[in-house]
């Protein structure tokens, strides 16, 4: 298991990475072709914003799963290990809730949008663009489903651990 998990942890990594630097060459070259070459090219635009979406939700779920999020532990901290956790798995539910409405939602545009053309790239619909956010989600709750159970160890685990102090 641990093998599949860090291949996928891997994959989803080398994909953000690829889709960054496609961005930044993207953003390179709308730079160079508008001043340096006086020519127009419409698409490095459009898919550098496509792009930068895809980083933006696919990254969010490496930072989660990687709790690199910006967060002020600081409160948390005065609490004991039970609260804590405690706190830490309402927050967890409190994501998954806003996760799945955002899921229900994303899915709606996608459906609303998906043969709606992109202007400059022809080939590309904006329902398939749209598909980057329940994707990012699926990708967010697969790493907070992974959170809530390590959660749950832990909170189990301190438990039998004081039981065992006390006694």
Excluded at 66 to 72: K, N, V, Y
Excluded at 130 to 142: A, M, Q
Aim: proline share 3%.
């Amino acid at each position: 298991m641990k093998r599949t998990t860090d291949t996928f942890n891997r994959t989803l990594d080398a994909i953000i990475t690829i889709v960054f630097v496609f961005m930044l060459l993207c953003a390179i070259m709308q730079v160079f072709f508008r001043y340096v070459a006086q020519i127009s090219v419409p698409w490095t635009e459009e898919a550098a914003r496509f792009s930068l979406i895809m980083v933006t939700f696919w990254g969010a779920a490496t930072a989660l799963r990687d709790r690199e999020h910006i967060s002020i532990p600081t409160l948390l901290e005065k609490f004991p290990e039970k609260v804590r956790l405690t706190l830490q798995m309402a927050f967890i539910i409190a994501i998954g809730v806003f996760l799945g409405y955002a899921f229900i939602g994303s899915l709606e545009m996608v459906k609303l949008t998906y043969d709606t053309p992109v202007g400059s790239i022809s080939w590309l619909t904006m329902g398939m663009v749209y598909l980057i956010l329940p994707s990012g989600i699926i990708l967010i709750t697969v790493y907070l489903i992974g959170w809530m159970a390590v959660t749950f160890r832990l909170f189990f685990t301190s438990e039998s651990s004081e039981k065992g102090a006390k006694e």
